[in-house]
């Protein structure tokens, strides 16, 4: 007994419209698995195309391009003797579809379209594709004429089919269908498959890992089964970072793990399984009964084939292993935060071909986590150097303009390609002053500490010509007006010198190109407006917008350890600050008192509005029951003004989202409006209705309190 069988499936740095470059990633994976052995390997989810292709979906072209590609890939003989299932978008009888395209040995066994569409979040599928409705059903798919000539077919099926093999059967689920509570891999296992296969194009969110592998191992420990996981990885074009972590887990039992985070472009894993081991844990009684009393149309098109994916001599082979049971890994959050920003902004730089990054690196923690993200990428890419990774190898000559560089540390290459400006006023102290000069130089950015005082009474002094007034700051005796204006000039005004920097700055140093602008404005922030519109926080691009603060600090106290950066510390240890009114003897400005909420609050705020789903009223309620118990111990009326200011600051501020920078989403409750978390942005802050409803619940509590209070006394 025994059939032992080894199988591939990757993780892949694929492109959106890359598709000639996609085509070689996708090459590179089958010769590797067949080098590995193994006699089935599957890709990512619209890995021709790209996953996020978003609206470029709607093009013809991109549909002919893919068969294009396609072509090139099964008439490329080293793809053969290997079951391929590759992802493409197809149109069939003038709809378009989220397709598997599975082949051997050039000829092509059957097109797969996606049942399940995912359209939550940050996921618009139904705005390209249609769904597969027609669960179990089949049609005939007329070839285009070029692939026909090539595989010497005219027709294939297209439809919810399975495919057999001499051995086994085998059965495609494509990424979001695996959420589903109806997931196809329920019904093929009643139907006897023994392999499902899953092509994702998923995307990294904090935290969320366990929600997909505990999915995948629930599924085969509850069927009995292979799992074989594919995923995209790394940026393509987007706010998203695909965060790979292909799989292979049997009967709930993890066999092959591929990295979450890397720069590996193609991370090919495999792992040799019984089949036996599948068909004895499907043992249980209960389960074989559903089996035999699905109804009889209730089977599936089996795509009958005489391939032989395991081989008799396998069992005979001394050298042919099964492989063993593995712990799942998983990072902490603050790895998390440390990797996955990290290979977003080196797939956004190599492919953007700039000349490098340019952060304002204030001395607070934003910038300084910026920092520390960037200083990750430079140590990722420097130990892809170091261990001959030669895409990562090329690409940093490439950038570097220099055929001989070979980094020796990762503060070389942040010498050559990291740059930041502590960009001072009289508000600055010393000390932030400091801070930024002594983490630029422990991460070994190229920092310019400048002065911009004369810029701003420069711009202060134009006003007062034009006006005749002059503004003062508020602890001078000026208005609240006049106040926020001097310090929304400090902040715009470091915008403009931010660009002026980044295309110079490399000049300066006889090096051609200009810089990315790097924004730190934090998930908190946004979602509060606690920010400048047209300040610093407007950017190319922003790796910790989708991070909150109090995890981007635990990230950098990691960071003071980890990469052996004890300065960090000392932005931990400090008041946030804005820096951008005087310091007095009795005043110096800080975050949360301005902004008349904590961090933390914040964060609460942020789940219940995003991720519960909570309008004003339904919030109310909630941290009424969380904040009215200890350690909190909150009125019913504190916790109702808490609620109605949250509201009020996030709608009078909500305009500054339609500007956001784009940044890495790494938060449930990213309040990103252009592709997340679609909101109007002119609201009422006051919430008219909503606010009645909770005075009139407040004053209820109050008055059960009263009653309550004196009914005690009255005991006593
Ligand atoms: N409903 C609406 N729809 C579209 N646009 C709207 C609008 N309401 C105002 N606006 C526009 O927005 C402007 C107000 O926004 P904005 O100019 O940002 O000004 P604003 O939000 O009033 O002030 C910026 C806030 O960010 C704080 N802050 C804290 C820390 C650091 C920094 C920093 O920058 O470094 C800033 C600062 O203390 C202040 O509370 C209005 O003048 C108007 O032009
Ligand atoms: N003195 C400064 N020099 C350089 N850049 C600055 C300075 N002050 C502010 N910035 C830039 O403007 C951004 C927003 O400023 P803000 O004071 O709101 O800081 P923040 O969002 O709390 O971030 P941080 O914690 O980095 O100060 C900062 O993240 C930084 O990039
Ligand atoms: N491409 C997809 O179908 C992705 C949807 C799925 N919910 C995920 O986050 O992985």
Redesign the pocket.
């Known amino acids: 007994m025994g059939q032992y069988v080894t199988l591939a499936t990757c993780n892949l740095n694929q492109w959106a419209l890359d598709f000639e470059g996609n085509r070689d990633r996708i090459l590179k994976s089958i010769y590797e698995a067949k080098s590995k052995g193994a006699k089935l390997r599957i890709g990512p989810e619209l890995e021709i195309s790209g996953y996020g292709c978003l609206d470029h979906f709607l093009e013809n072209d991109l549909y002919e391009q893919c068969w294009d590609v396609y072509q090139q890939i099964i008439s490329d003989k080293k793809t053969h003797g290997i079951i391929i299932d590759i992802g493409m978008p197809i149109i069939h009888k003038s709809i378009k579809y989220n397709c598997r395209v599975i082949s051997y040995d050039g000829k092509i066994l059957l097109i797969r379209p996606k049942l399940y569409l995912a359209n939550d979040g940050n996921y618009r599928e139904m705005r390209y594709f249609t769904p597969w409705t027609r669960a179990r059903y089949h049609e005939s798919f007329q070839l285009p004429k070029s692939i026909a000539q090539v595989t010497g077919q005219m027709r294939v099926p297209f439809g919810d089919c399975i495919l057999e093999t001499l051995e086994t059967t085998i059965g495609a689920e494509t990424c979001e269908e695996l959420f589903t509570p109806q997931s196809p891999h329920i019904s093929m296992a009643l139907d006897g498959v023994e392999i499902y296969t899953n092509s994702s194009g998923s995307h990294h969110e904090l935290r969320k890992l366990d929600v997909r592998l505990n999915l995948i191992t629930e599924a085969t420990k509850k069927c009995g089964g292979v799992y074989l996981y594919s995923n995209q990885k790394g940026c393509d074009g987007d706010r998203l970072y695909y965060d790979g972590c292909a799989c292979i887990i049997v009967n709930g039992n993890i066999v092959a793990q591929a990295s979450q985070f890397s720069l590996k472009e193609v991370e090919v894993i495999t792992a040799t399984i019984d089949l036996d081991d599948v068909r004895s844990y499907r043992n249980q009684k209960s389960a074989q009964l559903q089996a035999v009393t699905q109804p009889h149309n209730y089977s599936y098109h089996h795509v009958e084939t005489d391939i032989e994916i395991s081989p008799s001599q396998n069992i005979l082979n001394s050298f042919v292993r099964l492989s063993n049971v593995k712990e799942i890994s998983y990072h902490r959050p603050e790895e998390e935060i440390a990797l996955g920003p990290a290979c977003w902004l080196w797939d956004y730089l190599r492919r953007s071909k700039c000349a490098g990054f340019f952060l304002p690196l204030s001395g607070g923690i934003d910038s300084c986590a910026t920092a520390v993200i960037v200083h990750s990428m430079c140590r990722l890419v420097y130990s892809a150097c170091e261990q001959g990774d030669e895409q990562v190898i090329s690409d940093i000559k490439a950038l570097t303009h220099d055929d001989t560089f070979l980094p020796k540390s990762p503060q070389e290459i942040a010498n050559r390609l990291f740059y930041t400006s502590f960009m001072g006023t009289e508000n600055s102290s010393k000390e932030t002053r400091q801070r930024a000069k002594d983490l630029a130089n422990e991460i070994g950015s190229y920092h310019v500490d400048l002065n911009m005082d004369k810029l701003v009474s420069a711009v202060v002094s134009v006003f007062e010509i034009a006006t005749g007034k002059r503004p003062t700051f508020k602890v001078f005796g000026g208005s609240q007006t006049e106040n926020?204006a001097l310090?929304?000039i400090q902040?715009r005004l470091r915008m403009v010198l931010s660009y002026l920097f980044a295309q110079l700055l490399p000049w300066t140093r006889s090096k051609s190109g200009g810089l990315l602008v790097l924004g730190s404005a934090n998930v908190d922030e946004c979602l509060r407006?606690?920010?400048?519109?047209y300040?610093?926080s407007s950017a190319d691009i922003n790796p910790i917008g989708g991070i909150s603060k109090t995890d981007l600090k635990k990230f950098i106290k990691y960071a003071s350890t980890d990469f052996n950066l004890p300065i960090l510390n000392e932005f931990l240890e400090a008041t946030p600050t804005?820096e951008?009114e005087p310091i007095t003897h009795n005043y110096v400005q800080s975050d949360e008192v301005?902004m008349g909420m904590t961090y933390d609050e914040l964060s609460r705020f942020g789940k219940l509005r995003k991720v519960d789903k909570c309008g004003p009223y339904a919030m109310f309620i909630k941290l009424y029951h969380e904040w009215s118990q200890s350690p909190y111990n909150l009125s019913a009326k504190q916790v109702a003004e808490k609620v109605k200011k949250f509201w009020f600051f996030y709608a009078?501020?909500r305009?500054?989202m339609t500007t956001m920078t784009p940044a890495y989403h790494a938060e449930q409750y990213s309040p990103d409006d252009n592709r997340f978390d679609l909101r109007p942005?002119?609201i009422n802050p006051r919430f008219p209705l909503a606010s009645k409803k909770i005075d009139i619940v407040v004053e209820s509590i109050e008055k059960n309190e009263r009653e309550l209070k004196q009914l005690t006394l009255s005991v006593d």
């Open positions: 926020l310090q929304n902040a407006g606690y920010l400048t519109k300040d610093c804005a951008l301005d009078i501020n305009h500054k942005f002119l």
